[in-house]
């Protein structure tokens, strides 16, 4: 069963970057692809990127493309956010997800990100 634990997140400045991590372990994580998530206070938690096992497919959400980039390292078992000129209608808990079929599971705790103006 594999376990995810985010880590990175903060305050930052709008404009600036910050770089989220998801690190597994109790599993193979490599056969899996991994999703970003985020909720902010009073929304639904929506998706924000996700990359495939092999790090070829990395869709994203319409607001966050062109500034957030996914990637991952399966020697690590880790996936990794990195955000570029965050916004702060990106203030929100950042949670990460292994995919198995059209669903989602093994949520990691999440991580605070804060932006300001």
């Known amino acids: 069963q594999v376990q995810l634990v985010e880590s990175g997140g903060g305050l930052v400045q709008a404009g600036g970057s910050l770089r989220l991590s998801c690190a597994a372990s109790?599993?193979?994580?490599?056969?899996?692809?991994t999703g970003w998530f985020r909720q902010a206070p009073g929304k639904e938690r929506e998706f924000v990127a996700s990359?495939?096992?092999?790090?070829?497919?990395?869709p994203y959400a319409d607001s966050v493309k062109g500034r957030f980039t996914i990637s991952r390292d399966n020697a690590k078992n880790t996936v990794y956010l990195q955000m570029n000129s965050p916004k702060p209608e990106d203030t929100a808990v950042y949670y990460c997800?292994?995919?198995?079929?059209?669903?989602?599971?093994?949520w990691g705790q999440g991580t605070q990100v804060t932006v300001s103006s």
């Open positions: 109790g599993g193979t994580f490599s056969r899996y692809r």
């Open positions: 997800a292994v995919g198995a079929g059209s669903t989602w599971g093994n």
């Open positions: 990359i495939s096992v092999s790090g070829g497919h990395t």
